[in-house]
T-cell receptor, first 114, second 114 residues
Framework: EAQVTQNPRYLITVTGKKLTVTCSQNMNHEYMSWYRQDPGLGLRQIYYSMNVEVTDKGDVPEGYKVSRKEKRNFPLILESPSPNQTSLYFCASNFREGLRNEQFFGPGTRLTVL | AQSVAQPEDQVNVAEGNPLTVKCTYSVSGNPYLFWYVQYPNRGLQFLLKYITGDNLVKGSYGFEAEFNKSQTSFHLKKPSALVSDSALYFC????????????FGTGTRLKVLA
């Protein structure tokens, strides 16, 4: 089954404790992306990657890191989480070029930073 | 700066009536436009897209959208609403100038009343 998976689905942590949210896709998509969803603000793109070893900042990259060492994986790293990073996070992937470029989203990770 | 506006936080419509969820955008050049739907406690699902060609685009679950270049709009429509259409709807635009960024609107909650 074609899918984007994220882990963990729920996470409660404390300020300053490094964490990683994993994202994996099995559709051979070049493009992967991380978003955060906050009430009234919609989805905001954090980072995106157009291919292996190619990443770039979205609109809200502060406090986050990413890496793309393999095509299927795109982990999101919070080196020192703060309460303002409490949010619902989504990973997405899609083909970079051509007409089949709609995004496939993961189920989401709800993060609470105390 | 590129942006997407969904002017209505919530739209209420009676079951069986036509529905419209509005979206306007501001981008340089020709945009790729998308609609996604989010059901409670779920990730986002792709509904439809405009890339090129016919201005009226048909998508999943009986939804359609009309691309209007002069009004920079991409409103989502359905001729006859169902209670099961109740969800959060997001309009999105992809920057095709080379950055591959995606910009989402703030979302419109659709409530279909039985």
């Amino acid at each position: 089954e074609a899918q984007v998976t994220q882990n963990p689905r729920y996470l409660i942590t404390v300020t300053g404790k490094k964490l990683t949210v994993t994202c994996s896709q099995n559709m051979n998509h070049e493009y992967m992306s991380w978003y955060r969803q906050d009430p009234g603000l919609g989805l905001r793109q954090i980072y995106y990657s157009m291919n292996v070893e190619v990443t770039d900042k979205g609109d809200v990259p502060e406090g986050y890191k990413v890496s793309r060492k393999e095509k299927r994986n795109f982990p999101l790293i919070l080196e020192s989480p703060s309460p303002n990073q409490t949010s619902l996070y989504f990973c997405a992937s899609n083909f970079r070029e051509g007409l089949r470029n709609e995004q496939f989203f993961g189920p989401g990770t709800r993060l609470t930073v105390l | 700066a590129q942006s997407v506006a969904q002017p209505e936080d919530q739209v209420n419509v009676a079951e069986g009536n036509p529905l419209t969820v509005k979206c306007t955008y501001s981008v340089s050049g020709n945009p790729y436009l998308f609609w996604y739907v989010q059901y409670p406690n779920r990730g986002l699902q792709f509904l439809l897209k405009y890339i090129t060609g016919d201005n009226l685009v048909k998508g999943s679950y009986g939804f359609e959208a009309e691309f209007n270049k002069s009004q920079t709009s991409f409103h989502l429509k359905k001729p006859s609403a169902l209670v099961s259409d109740s969800a959060l709807y997001f309009c999105a635009v992809r920057d095709i100038s080379g950055t591959y960024k995606y910009i989402f609107g703030t979302g419109t909650r659709l409530k279909v009343l039985a």
